[in-house]
Structures are given as C-alpha cells and as structure tokens.
C-alpha cells in the first residue's frame, strides 16, 4: 500500500470549513483513497473514500487531484465536535483481506 | 442497527490470567478484523477472518488466539495476559462493494494487564 503524508496538526475556526491535506505520491492505479477519523479514543469512524472522481456525503467532500498524488478532505461547516484525529490511508480495495494502516494521522481542532 | 458492539468496555486483568474479548456485528459483513492501539499511536491488525471458519495472523498476532464463532461473532481471546498486552482493542467488520471494501469499528475495550 501506498504510503501517506499528513500534516500533524491543524486548527479551525467553528462554522468554518477545514481542509486536510494529504500526498500520496507512490499511489498506484487501483488504489483507493480512504479517510477515517477518530475522536478521543472512540474507535475510528468511516468518513468518505474515493478512487479518482471527487466524492461527496453527508459528511465531508473528497477531493483528488487529476494526478491522484495528494487529496484533500472537506468538512464543510466544521464544528467543536469534528476535533479528532484524520487518518488518510491509501490500499488496494478489491481483496477484503487487507487491514487498514493507520499512520499517525491529523490532529484536528476546531475553535470557538 | 448497532453495527459492530464489542463487550467488556474495560477490563483490569493480573498477569497470567485469562480473558475473551468478544466482538458482534449485524450488517451481514463477510470480513472481521481485530486490531490493538497503544497510547499515541496507530492501529495494529492482530487477526483477521475473511469469512466465517477461516482465520489469519495479522502484524501482532503473538499471544492472541481468534474464533470466528459465526458469521456475526468474532472473538479475541488472551490466554495468559501480559502487560504488554495492555491496550485499546478495536473490532472491524468489512463489505467489500463495487466501490472497495469499507471497514466500521466498534467502540473498543480498553484492557489493562498489572
């Protein structure tokens, strides 16, 4: 799986939107773009992911670059409860087999 | 719909004892997963089942045995705890879609081995 660069930490203003970087220039063609997040020692949440085309939920907005080595997570309106930790991972989804590597991730924190 | 439910939420143990962590889920997902988390750092996969009656070895499966009971039950299970082993132990189960497989967390246990 490819590997995953990410800012260690970030800070947003409430009501604002927050966007997370992340590069991934090793990404291969049937890699998917995935992100997770986790807020305070729950267990990661499932947000979006993508494999080329930008995605959007009800969540946030995924968005990857025509070349497909970095992307950016959206939260539109971000609020005091969308402080977490933002995981970017990068694998190959067609095998279930795979587990989810978690680097270190973004530390997100949203202020008043 | 409760997703993936995991049981104890948290869990002192002595050196030497034994303990079942035990994970459920209800989606009908075919792929389970155990992972562990140390303080500060990212999700380690202990052992994985990719369908009911088949197991395999994660990164850290060393002092761990898994039963994939059925299709909706996965458990973990410590059979002489070590305080090494003290941790945030996190269920997943998976369905592999058009779109790539998708892995959801249960909430986690967190255990503590003195």
């Known amino acids: 799986d490819a590997k995953t660069t990410q800012p260690p930490s970030m800070d947003c203003a409430e009501g604002r939107a927050a966007n997370l970087p992340c590069n991934h220039s090793t990404i291969s063609g049937n890699e998917y773009v995935y992100w997770y997040r986790q807020i305070h020692s729950q267990g990661p949440q499932y947000i979006i992911h993508g494999l080329k085309n930008n995605e959007t939920n009800e969540m946030a907005s995924l968005i990857i670059t025509e070349d497909r080595k970095s992307s950016t997570l959206i939260l539109p309106h971000a609020t005091l409860r969308d402080t977490a930790v933002y995981y970017c991972i990068v694998r190959v989804a067609q095998d279930n087999n795979n587990d989810m590597r978690f680097g270190a991730g973004t530390r997100l924190t949203v202020k008043p | 719909n409760a997703g993936v439910t995991q049981t104890p939420k948290f869990q002192v143990l002595k050196t030497g004892q034994s303990m079942t962590l035990q994970c459920a889920q209800d989606m009908n997902h075919n792929s389970m997963y155990w992972y562990r988390q140390d303080p500060g750092m990212g999700l380690r996969l202990i052992y994985y089942s990719a369908s009911e009656g088949t197991t395999d070895k994660g990164e850290v499966p060393n002092g761990y045995n898994v039963s994939r009971l059925n299709k909706r039950e996965f458990s973990l299970r410590l059979e002489s705890a070590a305080p090494s082993q003290t941790s945030v132990y996190f269920c997943?189960?998976?369905?592999?879609?058009?779109?790539?497989?998708?892995?959801?967390f249960g909430p986690g246990t967190r255990l503590l081995v003195l």
């Open positions: 997943a189960s998976s369905v592999l879609l058009g779109r790539g497989e998708t892995q959801y």
